[in-house]
C-alpha cells in the first residue's frame, strides 16, 4: 500500500538527475562554509564572542580543533563539532581560512591600554605572537583583531586553569597582573 | 496515505492552471531570455539570502535575482526573546538586503511569487514573469490549517496567534502577554513534529513562563503537545523548568488540539477536552511553504519537499532546488543554521553544474540555542553528510548532542550566533 516516495518517483518517470554516483568528498570550502555561520563569512568574525578563523595558520586550527576533539580545550560546541570531522578535514579546514585576509575589526577599546599592552607583548610576547599577534609561529594562534570579549573569555579559561598554558606562555603570564593582562587583550585587539 | 499517479497528475495540472492564470501579467524586467546564467532565488531567508549570496561569491557572471514579498526580513530564531520582554523591538532581528546588492551585485526583487511554470522555467510573481536557469527555492512553512477546525487561515490567527512567522504575529502574542490579567491562563499548543524548530516552542514555554513570573503574579501556562514528550532538548527543559517556573508551566504530553474556537478563547483536544484561556498561542501543524506546494513540489506524505541530498534539487522538478525548513533535509533538524549550511552546498553546486564541473558532496552543520531564563541557554549540535547508501543526509557519529546543562556562557555565545548568522545573511 505505501510506497517510498524513490520508488513512486521511479515509477512515475519524474525522477530527477541523480548526482549522487558522480559527487566528489567535500572540499576545504565546502567543509569550511559550514563553519562560517558562526564564524562569519570566510572566518571574519562579526563577534563578541565567537573568534575569526581567517588568517590564522593551518597549525594553529589543526591544535585547536584536536584539542577540542580530545576535551584537552573547554568547550561548548565546539567538543561536539569537532568530533564530526577527521584529522584530513582538519588539516583541510585550516589551509582554508589560512588563506583568508586577516579580518579587521573596529571595537572600542582603551587607548591607554593599548599603549601600556603594546609595550608589554613587545617584552613578554613576541617572540611567539609575532608581528605584533598578526601571525604566530609554529600552532601559536593569531590575536590581532580578535573581539576583546573573546579574548577575555578565553584569558579567564586560562587562569581558571580550565584550559592548559603552553609552558612559555605560563613563565610570561603568571607574574602579569590582572590589569596588565587587560593591557594585553586590548592591544591585540586593536591591531589592525 | 498514497500519491498515485493520477492524483500527481491532478496536482501538477492544478499548479500549471495557476501558472496560467498568472501569466495574463505584464512582463517585469527579468522576463526576457537569461543568457544560459541566471539564477532565481525565492525567498530571504536564512536560506535564500546564502543561497544568493554565496553563488555570486563563488561565481560573478552567473545572475542572481533574490525575490522576496517584503524588503526586510525578521528572524524567528530569537523571537522568543521579544515575547518574553528582553527585548525592546524586533530591530536586533530585522535584516534588510541592500548590502547583498552593494556588495555582491545580488538583484532584489520585491514582489509575490503568484505560480511556477517547472517546464518553461518562469516564475510568476506580482511584478510580472522571470525567467531562470536554475531555481532555488526557500519558502520556509506554510500551515496545515484544514487540520484544526474553526481555524480560518486569515482570522483566526488576528486573535489566536501562531507568532511561528516572526514579526507583526510575535507582536501581536506579546502585546496579548502584556494586557492579560494578573492570575490569567495562557494556553500555548504545540502540534506533532516535524515542524519549523523543533526546540521552539518549548523555548517560548520557557519565555512565556518568565514573563508571567516577573509580571503577571499567580498566572499560568497550559503547554497541550501533541507529541508524546518534549521533541527537543527534554532533560535540559524539563530541568530549567523546575529551577525557574516550578507551578506555573502546566505541561500536558499527547494532546492534541483538533478544534479552536476564537469568539470564546478555547481550544478543544481530541474533539472532547475544552481548555481555555486569556491568551491562546496556537502553532498549528506545518507544511512547506505554500509556493513549493502549489508548484507541485512535496512529495508523496503531500507536506515536505524531496530532494536530491548532494544538490538540494527538487527529484520531482529538474532544476528547481528546495532549501531550508521546507525539504526533506535527512537528519538535518528544520533550523535557521540548517537552512544556511543546505544554501551553501546547494550554491556550490549549482554553480558547479553550471560550469561542468563535478559535484561535491554535502558537508552541513547545524547549532540551535534555546533560551531557559533570561541569562541562561542550552544548545544542541550536530555535524550531517551525505550517507550514499542510503542517499540521505546522516548525522555524523558522536557529533550530535546538547548542552550539559544550563549555563551563562552558552547565553552569551547565543547573542554571538545571532549577531554572526545575520551579517552573514545581510552583508
Known sequence: MTMKWRGWAL??????????????????????????????????????SMPSLAGQSKEAIVDAMKKFKSGARPATVMGRLAKGFSDADFVAMGEYFSKQKLHPTNQSLDAAKIAKGASLQEANCGRCHIEDGKEGKDDTPAMASQWLPYLQIQMADYLSGKRKMPEKMEEKVKPMSKQDLDALLHFYASVK | MTLDRRNFIKLLGGASSLALAACAGTGGSFSGPTGGRRVVVVGGGYGGTIAAKYIRMMDSSIEVVLIERNDHFVSCPFSNLYIGGLMKDLSPLTIKYDKLTANHGVKVLQAEVTGIDAAKKVVMTSSGEVTYDRLVLSPGIDFRTEEIKGYDAKSTPETIPHAWKAGPQTVLLRKQLEAMPAGGTVVLS?????????????ERTSMIAMFLKQHKPKSKIIVLDANPDI??????????????YE????????????????????????????????????????????????????????????????TFESTIHKSIHVIGDACVAGAMPKSGYSANSEAKACATNIVNAMNGKELIDFSGINTCYSFLSAKEAVEVTGVYKVDKAKNAIIAVPGSVG??????????????????????EMST
Open chain 2, 402 to 423: 546538547v548542552s550539559p546543562d544550563l549555563s551563562e556562557i552558552e547565553a552569551i555565545y547565543a547573542e554571538s550566533w545571532l549577531k554572526n548568522i545575520l551579517t
Open chain 2, 190 to 202: 504545540i502540534p506533532l513534529a516535524p515542524f519549523r524548530c523543533p526546540p521552539g516552542p518549548y
Open chain 2, 231 to 244: 521533541v527537543s532538548k527534554a532533560g535540559l527543559f524539563k530541568k530549567g523548568w523546575k529551577k525557574h
Open chain 2, 247 to 310: 507551578g506555573i508551566i502546566d505541561y500536558r504530553p499527547a494532546k492534541k488540539v483538533t478544534e479552536v474556537n476564537a469568539g470564546n478563547k478555547t481550544v478543544v483536544i481530541e474533539g472532547i477536552e475544552d481548555v481555555k484561556g486569556d491568551v491562546i498561542n496556537l502553532i498549528p501543524p506545518q507544511r512547506a511553504g505554500q509556493i513549493a506546494v502549489a508548484a507541485g513540489l512535496v512529495g508523496p506524505d503531500k507536506n515536505w519537499c524531496p530532494v536530491n541530498p548532494t
Open chain 1, 11 to 48: 515509477a512515475t518517470g519524474v525522477l530527477a538527475i541523480s548526482a549522487m554516483a558522480q559527487a566528489a568528498p567535500p572540499t576545504a570550502a565546502m567543509l569550511s562554509n559550514a563553519c562560517a555561520g558562526c564564524h562569519g563569512t570566510n572566518g571574519g568574525s562579526a563577534g563578541p
